[in-house]
């Protein structure tokens, strides 16, 4: 019982990850109908700004916030110069090229990919990089006889956080109600006097930020970056975002944590190396069945 | 004088003909002239318009999104290597056995799950290439050689001495292959099937209600393009002598699927120019060194801004987007 509980909290770690990351997806696809093959790597993006940060910076911070504050600030940093870099990004790559249909956007998201993660290895190099040890707590928690650690108390508090925030957002207030407009009818809400591009705005800051933050925890988690990894994040984060049923929020963060717990116990449960795969059969498995995903709603094809 | 030079230049690419005869002199003439280096890039250039060609079955006449196109080809590119290295077969009687592995596979697992549309077909492919590339990294039964994968497999032997074996001579093997399935290729968008995918690609409902079966037309392009790629991954391990997994990622699957989309959905010529962008542009941009990947994605996103239908989009119909 201990084992599965502590596994169970494992894959909620990694879930809330792939969480916030798919968010970022399934707004994006929510409103504009593109996968967005560069959120990945605003993920990446994230996680390296913040090892930026903590390895230069915040020995300044910590002197006026402490280490938690010097933390949170990382996380602020980052999460704030993604979403600068998702703007931009959108400006360049996206926007002149929606006219033209889905597709066309594909093959641009996915140079945009190419560019965010070359320009990443080409400034912080190619190898692997550690998150500062010393800067990050290490702290057991034993309940029970269930370990964990502080961090991953943390890291689900702050995700689950970010996520509670985000829902309430979309769902409670009048700008999240444009937003859900947008995403059903985006000609009709442009005529209810909706501003399609401020919709946009808050979409392409929004989802970058939450990647970062989520690339800043996973460098605490796993004390390790590489600038490739935000292609295997990615392609988790899509996968949770379709299991979840696209286009659906709060489908992608039960998506997310599902494939986290999933993830975990077919590592502990099956075979590490195997886990993958498992995970895949399961998401094929449940669109064979629910062809929309587990939280999709059935839409009737248009003819 | 402009326009006098440019309707000299139509009317000589106007006639099909000169065209192709420039290009068979071009194509003839290149490989005596140049490298082995540049052979081996023309030779890539090769199965990356192979590849294309298959993809653009599926994805460009059918309009199914399959992002797990590598899957395919390393089907085809394992059992190539498996069946040579462990029984010796030759690799061009293993040609058409890859071909009908890769196809035999796509029935298997697309069968299944041909009713998904859009972009839940989409994450299946991409995870049905995965479970592939994991499954060889993991090596079932021994077979697979793991992450280092299968060496040690044979050139192609046309009987007798007569072995392929040299970059010059690979290069036409691949090319006469390419040329053969354009030709083959050209008569089937000519034909019923052509017409049943090009239906189901602009309107499924329409299709279905014409009394097309979708379903079979649509398995019809999975098999018959994971065929061709299987094909492909036949002479690229013979080519490499060795597959490992990392040949056949996510990442080699989205490559295909811009070589169709850069060069015109549904488009032979332009799947060849398609190809070409995606093999030959990261050698042209080699000066750049490591600043090199970050201009192919600024290429790629430029092309798509300028010619968001494709270099040379098919002529018949206007390309439909969804």
Request: overall charge neutral; charged content about 10%; aromatic content about 14%.
């Amino acid at each position: 019982m201990g084992v599965f509980l502590e596994q169970l909290i494992n894959g909620l770690t990694i879930g809330s990850f792939y969480a916030l990351i798919a968010l970022g997806y399934s707004m994006v696809y929510g409103v504009l109908k593109l996968i967005n093959f560069a959120h990945g790597d605003f993920f990446t993006l994230g996680s390296y700004i913040g090892y930026t940060f903590l390895v230069f910076a915040v020995s300044l911070v910590t002197v006026h916030f402490g280490l938690w504050g010097g933390l949170a600030v990382a996380l602020v940093v980052a999460a704030a110069s993604v979403a600068l870099v998702g703007i931009a990004v959108e400006r360049v790559a996206y926007r002149p090229i929606y006219p033209a249909g889905r597709l066309p956007a594909v093959v641009s998201a996915l140079g945009a990919s190419i560019v965010l993660q070359n320009a990443i290895m080409v400034i912080w190099g190619p190898r692997y990089q550690a998150y500062p040890a010393a800067l990050i707590p290490n702290v057991h928690l034993q309940i029970g006889n269930i370990h964990i650690t502080l961090l991953q108390v943390l890291i689900l508090v702050l995700s689950f956080l970010l996520m509670g925030i985000l829902y309430t957002v979309i769902q409670r207030t009048t700008f999240g109600a444009a937003v859900r407009a947008t995403a059903l009818d985006r000609d009709t809400a442009s005529l209810m006097g909706i501003n399609f591009n401020r919709i946009i705005f808050f979409i392409f800051t929004l989802g970058p930020a939450l990647g970062a933050m989520a690339g800043v925890m996973v460098g605490m988690y796993y004390r390790q970056i590489s600038f490739v990894m935000g292609w295997n994040y990615g392609l988790k984060a899509f996968t949770a975002t379709i299991l979840g049923g696209i286009g659906n929020l709060p489908g992608a963060m039960f998506g997310g944590l599902i494939l986290g717990v999933l993830e975990m116990f077919g590592a502990a449960y099956i075979s590490a190396a195997w886990k993958d795969v498992f995970v895949f059969l399961i998401l094929i498995l449940v669109l064979i069945f629910r062809p929309t995903g587990l939280f999709g709603e059935k839409v009737a094809e248009k003819v | 004088m402009e326009a006098v030079s440019s309707r000299r230049f139509d009317r000589f690419f106007g006639s099909p003909l000169n065209g192709l005869l420039l290009l068979l002199t071009v194509f003839f003439i290149y490989p005596f002239v140049v490298s082995d280096y540049y052979i081996d890039i023309a030779f890539y250039f090769g199965i990356y318009a192979l590849l294309g060609l298959s993809l653009n079955i599926v994805l460009g006449e059918v309009g199914l999104f399959d992002l797990g196109h590598a899957g395919f080809y390393a089907i085809g590119a394992y059992t190539t290597a498996i069946l040579n290295t462990h029984f010796g077969i030759p690799i061009l009687v293993l040609l058409p056995v890859s071909a009908l592995a890769a196809g035999l596979f796509a029935y298997l697992v697309c069968s299944p799950i041909i009713h998904l549309r859009g972009d839940y077909l989409c994450i299946v492919t991409i995870g049905m290439g995965e479970i592939v590339r994991l499954a060889l990294i993991n090596n079932p039964f021994d077979l697979t050689g793991g992450p280092n994968g299968v060496f040690g497999i044979d050139f192609p032997s046309l009987g007798g001495p007569f072995v392929i074996d040299s970059s010059i001579e690979y290069y036409f093997l691949i090319w006469v292959i390419v040329a053969l399935s354009i030709v083959g290729l050209l008569r089937i968008q000519d034909s019923r099937i052509g017409r049943a995918w090009n239906c189901i690609r602009e309107d499924e409902v329409a299709a279905g209600s014409s009394g097309i079966d979708v379903r079979y037309y649509k398995l019809l392009a999975f098999v018959l393009g994971a065929a061709l790629a299987g094909v492909a991954g036949n002479i690229y391990a013979s080519k490499l002598m060795c597959v490992s997994p990392e040949s056949f990622t996510f990442w080699e699957s989205c490559l295909f699927f811009c070589i169709v989309l850069i060069g015109g959905m549904g488009s032979i010529p332009g799947v060849l120019i398609g190809a070409a962008v995606i093999s030959l542009f990261p050698e042209i941009l080699r000066p750049f060194a490591m600043y090199r990947m970050m201009f192919f994605g600024v290429v790629m996103i430029l092309m798509m801004m300028f010619r968001p239908g494709g270099v040379w989009p098919r002529k018949r119909r206007e390309a439909a987007h969804e």
